[in-house]
């Protein structure tokens, strides 16, 4: 069953998704990014070729003819055929996908509507029989 982490109080949810996406990496687990639109998925895009300033995140677009062969996958389309170790959701919705992972981050920071997203799917989660786990990233 795929594990369920909610990561609440992020900030910026992008930067923290890029800074999750390398750790990840380091680690050796291959990565699925699903975000909202296209327009977040060119400024993700273009975030993780700064992120970090000294090194490299491989990544591409799901369409991409190299998606079979790179790491990291970020596009905004409600589908994922390939490798599944960690799916990190950007999106407002529940990832039709999201089961054929070993894991599932989602990134909640202090947005109205991003908090009431969040809340909704971890209900969803709950009564689909989950086990989740919240961590507070909100400085001590």
């Not at 060119?42 to 079979?68: E, I, K, N």
Request: net charge neutral; glycine share 6%.
């Amino acid at each position: 069953m795929t594990e369920i982490d909610f990561y609440t109080n992020a900030g910026d949810r992008l930067q923290f998704a890029a800074r999750l996406c390398l750790k990840l990496h380091a680690m050796g687990k291959w990565v699925r990014v699903l975000t909202e639109d296209a327009a977040m998925t060119a400024r993700f895009d273009h975030l993780l070729w700064s992120v970090p300033a000294v090194g490299f995140v491989p990544h591409c677009r799901l369409s991409d003819r190299l998606a079979a062969e790179t790491p990291v996958i970020v596009d905004e389309t409600a589908e994922h055929n390939g490798i599944a170790d960690v799916l990190v959701n950007l999106h407002s919705g529940q990832p039709p996908f999201f089961r054929r992972f070993e894991r599932l981050a989602e990134i909640v920071n202090d947005e109205p509507g991003i908090i009431a997203a969040g809340r909704t799917r971890w209900q969803q989660y709950k009564q689909q029989g989950y086990t989740l786990r919240a961590h507070d990233l909100r400085a001590p």
